[in-house]
């Protein structure tokens, strides 16, 4: 499987908000995921590490509720910037959005040592929240589903 | 706030399955995350590192969600140990959960430099599966609520 996606929204995040364990390409301790259009769905590929373990041999569910998390965000951002009609390589900086809610449900044990693969569906619910569906794949099998609901990052965030 | 729970489950959980990233003990890169009872409430205290960052000075959601899961499955274990007579310092092996799903609602920004604490209470909605409803408190504020359902390993898991 491909393990590197071009034009990922996340390339595009503002510097200050490029920070995020799972998703900031600025932090060098994190997962560093990156979400891109495949179509209309949107991916995001990971192999996570070694320690990222539950039992030896198979991966934590921390780690895929957090892949599913930066995912479901990074989806919403692609899905608000081509709707205000950017894609990743305009060049313009994409919204950023935040989680609301997160829900996970494991479906089979998740192999380490493999390729994860989120794909997400989005579905705006209201100009300013987005729901994003996600399937996680280990090859070829279906490990996980998951739903995320984001909304814009308020400018009063960090206040 | 207190940092360090007594007769926390996982220190008790079977060495293979002690490697969890989010709570083995034996887990040297992971969180470590220790879960024990206070009164009818379970409770796991963990202060997220400087790397764990969604936007500077604000923790990710992917670590919270990290959290409610591994407090959510030691909360089970707890609690079906209880119901077979034991308690973390018995020295018995307690029963291992898995995370069947995982809710988390993200309520506001979870400050960084703060120890955080999931509180839980504990059903028993099957012999074999638990319900776990858990609070994240950063200090006195309620960041994150969440629902964890976890389920017995099954014997088959790793097969």
């Keep these: 499987m491909e393990k590197q996606l071009v034009n990922a929204i996340q390339d ?10 799972g998703c900031g390409r600025l932090n060098k301790e994190g997962h560093q995921f990156r979400t891109a259009w495949d179509g209309e769905e949107t991916v995001t590929l990971y192999e996570p590490k070694q320690a990222h373990t539950a039992i030896p041999g198979f991966v ?6 957090s892949l599913v998390d930066c995912h479901g965000t990074g989806s919403a ?19 950023r959005f ?11 044990p998740t192999p380490q ?30 490990c996980a589903t998951g739903e ?9 965030f960090a206040k």
């Design 12 to 21: 595009e995040y503002a510097e200050e908000f490029a920070w995020c364990y």
């Design 60 to 65: 934590y569910g921390g780690l895929i509720a």
């Design 77 to 95: 951002s692609l899905a608000l910037h081509r709707k205000n009609g950017f894609e990743p390589e305009s060049g313009e900086e994409p919204p």
């Design 98 to 108: 935040v989680t609301a809610s997160l829900h996970v449900d494991y479906l089979k």
């Design 113 to 142: 040592g493999v390729v994860l693969k989120a794909v997400g569906t989005v579905e705006e619910i209201h100009p300013k929240k987005f729901k994003v569906a996600v399937k996680v794949y280990a090859g070829e099998t279906l």
């Design 148 to 156: 995320v609901a984001a909304v814009v990052m308020p400018a009063s």
